[in-house]
T-cell receptor, first 109, second 113 residues
Framework: GENVEQHPSTLSVQEGDSAVIKCTYS??????FPWYKQELGKGPQLIID?????GEKKDQRIAVTLNKTAKHFSLHITETQPEDSAVYFC????????FGAGTRLTVKP | DAMVIQNPRYQVTQFGKPVTLSCSQT?????MYWYQQKSSQAPKLLFH???????NEADTPDNFQSRRPNTSFCFLDIRSPGLGDAAMYLC????????????FGPGTRLTVL
């Protein structure tokens, strides 16, 4: 089955800096890669996703890149704000969905 | 607003006492999922329904069962909760299969005494 590794497990940045979270996956058949943000006491919420036929996708301050050959994808958050503080999960999907272990992002004012 | 609703938000049960968690959705999505999330871990898929078709993950314990009586509702039954079953249980829905956005409910935090 699919195995997703996510790094780093914790990330602390100053407000306004950029944050990058990286994931690798094992199953070359995976074709959909969502990123979820989970705030304390809430369910995960999709923030951006990318499909295997696309190399990069951007939505305002958030971007995701995908390297199918290397089987890795990354989340980039620019101009971070305190409200970006949360746990971020990557996932890789085909016939099921496997989450990475999560990254706790802290943005210091 | 269309949404995924979970009740109760907090559930306390005793060791071995059956408990049922419920989930409802107003999105009219075909697929409903149940995840278990333990502290500081990623959500782990327990099972999912594609319409009425039930799909059990291979490593989901037999102690966990699910029912989906109609499109809107899905239930998670834990027949004999153990201390290791204490966790957040998340319900999610998607329009179609795994390659579609999943919409999560707020979760039910289960405590086993």
């Amino acid at each position: 089955g699919e195995n997703v590794e996510q790094h780093p497990s914790t990330l602390s940045v100053q407000e306004g800096d950029s944050a990058v979270i990286k994931c690798t996956y094992s199953d070359s058949a995976s074709n959909y890669f969502p990123w979820y943000k989970q705030e304390l006491g809430k369910g995960p919420q999709l923030i951006i996703d990318i499909r295997s036929n696309v190399g990069e996708k951007k939505d305002q301050r958030i971007a995701v890149t995908l390297n199918k050959t290397a089987k890795h994808f990354s989340l980039h958050i620019t101009e971070t704000q305190p409200e970006d503080s949360a746990v971020y999960f990557c996932a890789a999907t085909f016939n099921d969905m496997r989450f990475g272990a999560g990254t706790r992002l802290t943005v210091k004012p | 607003d269309a949404m995924v609703i979970q009740n109760p938000r907090y559930q306390v049960t005793q060791f071995g006492k059956p408990v049922t968690l419920s989930c409802s959705q107003t999105l009219n999505h075909n697929v409903m999922y149940w995840y278990q999330q333990k502290s500081s871990q990623a959500p782990k898929l327990l099972f999912h329904y594609y319409d009425k078709d039930f799909n059990n993950e291979a490593d989901t314990p037999d102690n966990f069962q699910s029912r989906r009586p109609n499109t809107s509702f899905c239930f998670l039954d834990i027949r004999s909760p153990g201390l290791g079953d204490a966790a957040m249980y998340l319900c999610a829905t998607s329009r179609a299969g795994f390659t579609n956005e999943q919409f999560f409910g707020p979760g039910t935090r289960l405590t086993v005494l």
